[in-house]
């Protein structure tokens, strides 16, 4: 029986860092990324409605049908991942069954998934310390139009005004 807890937050707050740590310091966990399922942006050249972009970026039931569900019998799961370099999906990932899994990224704890969550934790971190983090990644110096940023910062926002994913975990982190 796995335990699997789902670490949400917006782009940039600090979900790998903390799923990063966790698994440093706890034996048999398994990461599931969220940023590994996305749709490529392309696919929806027209951002007409964040609710409508909320649905169609994260296939949340092929990393059900791919990953959790085949985790949660204890058996590896094997999908292929989503390549933001090269917009398409590329390299097959295979994620081994352990006592936790952590299912780390954005959209986490939608509520199609919070079923199979055990224990929801949301990372807070105010926004334009997160842009700061993306800039200093590069992602914005590859994005100068801002064709991406801004309707995923729209879909973020409809989230977490709509969703209100902060009103169902069980824990809240303040990022820094």
Known sequence: ?????AIDGGVGAGKSHLAKGIRENLPNISILRTDHFFCPPTDFRVH???????????PWTRMRDEALLPLLRGEAARYQRYDWETDRLNQWI????????????VFSSRPELRAFTDLAIFVDTPREERLRRMRARGHLARDPENNWLLPWMAVEDWYLSTVRPTKYVQMTLQGF
């Open 1 to 5: 029986m796995s335990f699997l807890v």
């Open 48 to 58: 007409p409605d964040p609710e409508m972009e909320y649905r169609r970026y994260f």
């Open 94 to 105: 295979v994620v081994k069954s352990n006592p936790i899994i952590l299912v780390e990224g």
